[in-house]
């Protein structure tokens, strides 16, 4: 089932290029349809930008990921992995906020249907003051009629909407910026508006318990990685890691790919790789406009990890406002003992990303003293930083227009990611969609046998 590609194997099939969530889960979806199915990732293990490290005795995941109840294409992939165990999914949304000086407050919803059930939350949400809390839930009602797919939608700044609202520079930065940040990876002043209604309006308002948080308890490496592998290695599909794609040509009745060391020959490809790499592999041919998606830019998140001689925090995960603390979750593995490892995971981390880790590590470590007293006198036995540059494509005012959907102009290449126009923002969901999506269409101009690529490119 592995081995180098050195020669073109014969046989065509197809050919997924990239493993990551998106890769995953259209290798998975096209191997299910009978099709053989030869999947290429550049690094060791599947899993894409979820993916783990060890230091000093720990697994680390690079990045803290979390997901919704909503997130149905994900929780059916988890399933599908047989990796649902290895997360832990509310049975209600509840995050305590934490302000310097303040005692939490517990911000959640009500067992009552939507929208009613985000209503006590934000009359009682005592971070801002009554009449700020009247003017956040009338938005919430406004928020509900915007329609995230209408022309013109993503041209619009979400935080133009807010203050068109009633939004002050308080209550974004308290209230909406919590949910945006963590979400778009971007704060509300340079979202998209299309892309915040879809999180506002699918997560938290229009299903009462959509928003419900479930978190990894393994390292995403076990939960994704490991675990596809295992899938398609009983699905008979051919994983090939440590393999590096440098070029896709297309034939009359097929494709070749070129890696280190050889080619393989293919009907059809997905290309599920991030933007900056899909553009410099994608025929010309298949995405003349290929260069406009540069535009999709990049935004960064850093996660500062700090390990604690004893347990500093009483919360598996909390959101801080007014502090350059953000989301703060505890990754405390079974044997931790006495030691609490809290991991600061900072959104938008424009000003962040470049900063010395020594400095990162020093403000969020007064950052947590500030919030949890315990932390000001307690050791730490160990601090790291981890960057991701690129974590996702920045999800700002008329991305729509940048984000292609599956097809391209060669019948039997499609592309998959989280930065195609899935309609979703660029999150683990919205990898899973595009691989279905991708693999679909696919399947779909198999079965049609198209013309050849030369007629469909002229």
Request: aromatic share 6%; with cysteine; glycine share 10%.
């Amino acid at each position: 089932m592995t081995g180098p590609a050195r020669t073109p194997p014969g046989g065509g099939g197809v050919c997924v290029v990239g493993g990551g969530l998106a890769g995953i889960a259209a290798a998975i979806r096209l191997a299910d349809r009978g099709l053989p199915v030869t999947l290429l990732e550049n690094r060791p293990e599947l899993g894409g930008a979820t993916y783990s490290f060890r230091r000093h005795g720990l697994t680390v995941d690079t990045g803290q990921h979390v997901f919704l109840r909503c997130y149905h294409a994900y929780r059916d992939l988890l399933d599908r992995l047989g990796t649902t165990a290895g997360t832990e999914l509310q049975p209600r949304f509840a995050v305590p906020v934490l302000l310097p000086g303040r005692a939490p407050h517990l911000l959640a919803r009500r067992r009552l249907p939507a929208p009613a059930h985000l209503l006590p939350a934000l009359a009682g949400y005592r971070l801002l003051n009554p009449v700020e809390r009247v003017a956040a839930a009338r938005a919430c009602a406004a928020l509900r009629r915007v329609d995230p797919d209408a022309s013109g939608t993503d041209r619009i700044a979400f935080g133009a909407w807010l203050a068109a609202h009633g939004q002050g520079t308080r209550a974004v930065r308290r209230l909406w910026d919590l949910i945006t940040v963590a979400a778009l990876n971007v704060p509300s002043a340079q979202a998209s508006l299309a892309l915040a209604a879809r999180v506002f309006r699918t997560g938290l308002l229009e299903s009462a318990d959509a928003g419900d948080i479930g978190r990894p308890l393994v390292p995403l490496t076990e939960l994704h990685g490991v675990a596809a592998r295992r899938v398609l290695d009983r699905l008979g599909a051919r994983v090939l890691p440590r393999t590096r794609v440098r070029w896709i040509h297309p034939e009359p009745t097929g494709f070749r790919i070129g890696v280190d060391g050889g080619e393989i020959a293919a009907d059809g490809v997905v290309l599920a790789v991030p933007h900056q790499s899909a553009a410099a592999l994608v025929p010309p041919a298949a995405a003349p406009d290929a260069g406009r998606w540069a535009r999709l830019g990049a935004a960064p998140i850093v996660n500062v990890h700090l390990r604690y001689a004893r347990r500093v925090a009483p919360l598996t995960m909390a959101a801080a406002v007014e502090s350059p603390a953000q989301w703060i979750f505890d990754r405390s593995g079974p044997d931790a003992g006495d030691e609490q490892h809290l991991v600061v995971s900072l959104s938008a981390a424009d000003a962040e990303i470049d900063r010395p880790a020594a400095d990162l590590v020093a403000t969020q470590r007064q950052a947590l003293g500030d919030l949890f007293p315990a932390a000001r006198h307690t050791p730490v036995r160990d601090a790291f930083v981890t960057r991701e540059p690129r974590a996702t494509f920045r999800q700002g005012p008329g991305t729509r227009a940048y984000r292609p959907g599956p097809g391209t102009r060669l019948p039997g290449l499609v592309l998959a990611g989280a930065w195609t126009d899935t309609g979703w923002p660029d999150t683990m969901e919205g990898a899973v969609r595009s691989g279905h999506e991708a693999a679909d269409t696919l399947a779909h101009q198999l079965v049609a046998r198209p013309r050849h690529h030369t007629e469909a490119a002229r």
